[in-house]
């Protein structure tokens, strides 16, 4: 399991789909669980899927959205081995405020079926298992109080089949072998700051580094300061529209050079690797544009 994070908006989801690309071109059987109600990646491909469904993209390559609710149905249903008697259950008013009440619920449910993933026996004897899980986690802080609450609620049960199922979670969540954390963020001061917050927490919290960060939307150099200062120089010549190129490139050479001073303080305080990925002047990425992506990822990661 990859465990992908960062502060919002840093662009994770579009990280853990050119990750889940890359996995699946080196010919591992890889899906990308998406927590709560989203499909971004099956959108991508053209395709709609229900929560909950494990839908194909291309070869070796598959998407889910997580539901909570659908996955305690499913776990229920293994753990009473009958659907017909854990269906009662679930549809009790009183067994859902329950779950709606208990602090952790959904976050330990969603664990517990990105864990049923990549087991050799899934809950649904047809159903095949994945080499890669890949999930794209909730936002930094949120994301790892969600780690967290495999050991909370193992803790709490004690003993059980609740118990027993939380501690085979945090188990995969402490291996390195089996599971790994990425960390995505832009080349800008706050997600610098919460990337290295991010890492000393998930150190003190699972014993765990953060593998790798990758840094999205970095700015092309374009400029050196001696075109720069050639451009201003001669700006004026050229009228209104050489003013405004001018502005547009020490606007663009000043943005690049404040991304790579980030850059170098991330690389500094970060544990793994940092790699970066560019920024793609695009409204909206297409299929076209996360694989292309994902060939970057491909060759640094």
Not at 84 to 111: D, K
Not at 156 to 169: E, F, H, L, T
Not at 272 to 286: I, K, M, S
Request: aromatic residues 6%.
């Amino acid at each position: 399991m990859v465990f992908v994070t960062g502060k919002g908006g840093v662009g994770k989801s579009t990280v853990a789909g050119a990750l889940g690309i890359a996995a699946a071109a080196r010919g591992r059987r890889t899906i990308v669980c998406e927590v709560g109600s989203q499909d971004r990646l099956a959108r991508t491909y053209g395709r709609d899927s229900a929560p909950g469904e494990e839908i194909e993209l291309a070869e070796g390559l598959w998407s889910t959205s997580i539901d909570p609710h659908a996955a305690l149905g499913e776990w229920l249903t293994s753990q009473l081995g009958s659907r017909v008697i854990a269906q009662p259950l679930m549809n009790s008013t009183t067994f859902q405020y329950f779950v709606a009440a208990a602090p952790g619920a959904r976050e330990i449910v969603t664990l517990v079926k990105v864990w049923e993933l990549v087991q050799s026996e899934r809950w649904r004897k047809q159903a095949r298992s994945y080499e890669l899980a890949i999930v794209d986690a909730p936002a930094s802080g949120h994301g790892v109080g969600m780690l967290m609450t495999a050991k909370t609620v193992a803790d709490a049960a004690r003993v059980g089949p609740i118990a027993s199922q939380a501690n085979r979670v945090r188990e995969l969540l402490e291996d390195p072998r089996r599971s790994g954390y990425l960390a995505v963020a832009l080349a800008e001061e706050m997600p610098v700051t919460e990337t290295i917050e991010l890492q000393a927490r998930l150190h003190e919290e699972l014993g765990r580094e953060i593998e790798a960060v990758v840094v999205n939307g970095v700015y092309p150099r374009r400029f050196t300061k001696a075109d720069i200062d050639r451009v201003v120089a001669t700006a004026g010549q050229d009228g209104p529209l050489g003013r405004a190129a001018a502005r547009a490139a020490h606007f663009e050479s000043r943005r690049a050079s404040d991304q790579q001073a980030q850059l170098r303080r991330l690389r500094k305080a970060a544990e793994g690797d940092v790699v970066t990925l560019p920024f793609l002047f695009e409204a909206e990425l297409d299929r076209g544009d996360l694989e292309g992506l994902a060939d970057e990822l491909g060759r640094k990661l």
